[in-house]
T-cell receptor, first 113, second 113 residues
Framework: DTAVSQTPKYLVTQMGNDKSIKCEQN?????MYWYKQDSKKFLKIMFS???????INETVPNRFSPKSPDKAHLNLHINSLELGDSAVYFC????????????FGPGTRLTVL | GQNIDQPTEMTATEGAIVQINCTYQ??????LFWYQQHAGEAPTFLSY????GLEEKGRFSSFLSRSKGYSYLLLKELQMKDSASYLC??????????????FGGGTRVLVKP
């Protein structure tokens, strides 16, 4: 199936741990994004990559580090997890930077204990 | 800054019509999107407006007035499966990265029998 996929779907971990979330799209899109959706359901952009190059970096703690090994993959690594990092993280992709509709992955629900 | 407002929650009866309003104040404007998000799922694209007027897509229509900074999403012949959150998102230009999408907080629509 053509889609945006993320792993894992659920992630439960202790404060202070380091974890990664992986994202892959097989839509042939050039641009990928990471969003955070908090408990109040606000969806906020964190990062965007276009052809493996970082183009949007919102005010996100530097404990969050995105990595794009190729334009079909955008991973998110989080160091020293904090309680406030608990949220649903969505990966998305679009044909080009912000010009077209974005296709979202199924989300990763991160719970930090 | 960017500000997007929409009602938090609306309730309607199956078969009825519901109109979800969205007002925005953003520095620049390159289009407005509506996404649907069922509980626990990813947002999915519904509609896109960049010029003033009404766009109709089956039971869903979206309207835009750029001079008023206003849009609405109209859901007709409501079905139980339309119970979901509806997210208004504005695309605006940013340096070096082309465009960026900012989301409102979403309107949770509950359809009752």
């Amino acid at each position: 199936d053509t889609a945006v996929s993320q792993t894992p779907k659920y992630l439960v971990t202790q404060m202070g741990n380091d974890k990664s979330i992986k994202c892959e799209q097989n839509l042939g899109h050039d641009t990928m994004y990471w969003y955070k959706q908090d408990s109040k359901k606000f969806l906020k952009i964190m990062f965007s990559y276009n052809n493996k190059e970082l183009i949007i970096n919102e005010t996100v703690p530097n404990r969050f580090s995105p990595k794009s090994p190729d334009k079909a993959h955008l991973n998110l690594h989080i160091n020293s997890l904090e309680l406030g990092d608990s949220a649903v993280y969505f990966c998305a992709s679009s044909q080009s930077p912000g010009r077209d509709e974005q296709f979202f992955g199924p989300g990763t629900r991160l719970t930090v204990l | 800054g960017q500000n997007i407002d929409q009602p938090t929650e609306m309730t309607a009866t199956e078969g009825a019509i519901v109109q979800i309003n969205c007002t925005y104040q953003t520095s620049g404007f390159n289009g407005l999107f509506w996404y649907q998000q069922h509980a626990g799922e990813a947002p999915t694209f519904l509609s896109y407006n960049v010029l003033d007027g009404l766009e109709e897509k089956g039971r869903f229509s979206s309207f835009l007035s750029r001079s008023k900074g206003y849009s609405y999403l109209l859901l007709k012949e409501l079905q139980m499966k339309d119970s979901a959150s509806y997210l208004c998102a504005v695309r605006f230009p940013i340096k070096a990265a082309g465009n960026k999408l900012t989301f409102g907080g979403g309107t949770r629509v509950l359809v009752k029998p």
